[in-house]
C-alpha cells in the first residue's frame, strides 16, 4: 500500500525541526486519538522528548530553541497514562506491529482499519467527531477485546462510539 513495502519506517507526529503537534492541533482532544492512530498504523511509533505530556513549542524566526527546552523533570498527564497503554496495546499485538493495512470504514471524523497478521486480526476505530457515531460494517465475527481497555465489544447492532474515543479491538478467534 506503500513505495515502502514490507520496511518499519519510522512515524512521528513532530520532531526536533518543526512545531510541536500540540501547538499545531486545534482541537486538544484530538491529540489522543491523533497518538491512537500513530500507534497502530503501520511504521514504528517515535515520540519526540515532551510529546507524551504535550508540551508546546513553535517553530519560527531561524530559532529552533522552542522547540528544544530544557524540562526538569517527567510530567505525568491523563496524556502519558493514555500514550502507555498505547504503547502497551501494540507491544503485545503482533497485528499492530507487523499486520497487513485494510480500511473497512471512512467517513470524514471517523475511520475503522484492520491491521491482521496469521495470529491476529485488531480492528482500529476512531470518532473524531464532538457526536457519538453508530459504525455498521461487517466485522467478520461477533466479539472483541478493546486492548486499550480490556473491555469486551459486541459487534451485534452497530458499534457505538464515543466522541472523540479510539478502540484497538483484537477480534475474538
Known sequence: WTLYKNRHL???ADNHD??????????????ELLYALLFSMPGIPCLYYGSEWGAEGVKGGGDDAPLRPCFDKPEETALTGWIARLAAARRGSPALQNGSYRNVLLTNLQIIFERRTEEERVLVA???DSQPYTAHFDAGCGLAWDLISGQKHDFGGGSQLPPYSAFFWRMER
Open 18 to 31: 518543526v512545531t510541536r503537534i500540540a501547538s499545531i492541533i486545534q482541537n486538544p482532544q484530538h491529540l
Open 10 to 12: 519510522l512515524c512521528f
Open 126 to 128: 476512531v470518532n473524531a
